[in-house]
Every structure is written in structure tokens, then in C-alpha cells.
Nanobody, 115 residues
Framework: QVQLVESGGGLVQPGGSLRLSCAAS????????MGWYRQAPGKQRELVCT???????VYADSVKGRFTSIRDNAKNTVYLQMNSLKPEDTAVYFC?????????WGQGTQVTVSS
């Protein structure tokens, strides 16, 4: 069973930065996609960004230019570098890994952007 372990959430002021980590229990190249989703209170879970095994990374319009997905292949870890954070970025962030007929989720990490 694949495990995804997230870390790095917390409380940050508007304009600040955070870096989330997602450590996978096997090679990230065994997945077709790996990415981050988020869910704010009372809202549906939404895509933040997703890395495609064939090379490209797709970002939601709301985070383009502020968030960056980084991979460390040797550590089987993906990171989400979040800069210029806004209160509307407040949510639980989930790591996701997908391959044919299989979909895996981390436990989620809370990010709160508030002064």
C-alpha cells in the first residue's frame, strides 16, 4: 500500500511563505501524476498543481507565479513552495499520487494565512 506523508503546514502572515513536503513510500516515477489539492471550509477540494510524469507541471490560475512544485527524486519527495500567501490560500492541503486505477492521498496538512 502506497503511503504519502505530508508535513510543513502552519500559521503564516499574509505575504509570507511556507514549504510543504510529501514523502512517498516508493519512487515518484511509479506514478502517472503527483500533485497537491486543497480544501477550504465549506468548499470542494480543488487542484493546486500536478506534476505529470512525462514532464510538465500544471498549476491552478489562482496560484500561478506564487506556488512552485519541486521534486527530489532521490528522496521520493515532492515539495510545494508557497510564496506571497494570501488569506484565501487558507485550507487543508493534500498530497495526491495517481496511476492507472489507483489513487492515493496523504492525511492533509493545515495552512492558515492570517495576521
Amino acid at each position: 500500500q502506497v503511503q504519502l506523508v505530508e508535513s510543513g503546514g502552519g500559521l503564516v502572515q499574509p505575504g509570507g511563505s511556507l514549504r510543504l513536503s510529501c514523502a512517498a513510500s516508493e519512487s515518484i516515477f511509479s506514478f502517472n501524476t503527483m500533485g497537491w489539492y486543497r480544501q477550504a471550509p465549506g468548499k470542494q477540494r480543488e487542484l493546486v498543481c500536478t506534476w505529470l510524469r512525462w514532464g510538465s507541471t500544471v498549476y491552478a490560475d489562482s496560484v500561478k507565479g506564487r506556488f512552485t512544485s519541486i521534486r527530489d527524486n532521490a528522496k521520493n519527495t515532492v515539495y510545494l513552495q508557497m510564496n506571497s500567501l494570501k488569506p484565501e490560500d487558507t485550507a487543508v492541503y493534500f498530497c495526491n499520487a495517481n496511476r492507472t486505477n489507483e489513487d492515493y492521498w496523504g492525511q492533509g496538512t493545515q495552512v492558515t494565512v492570517s495576521s
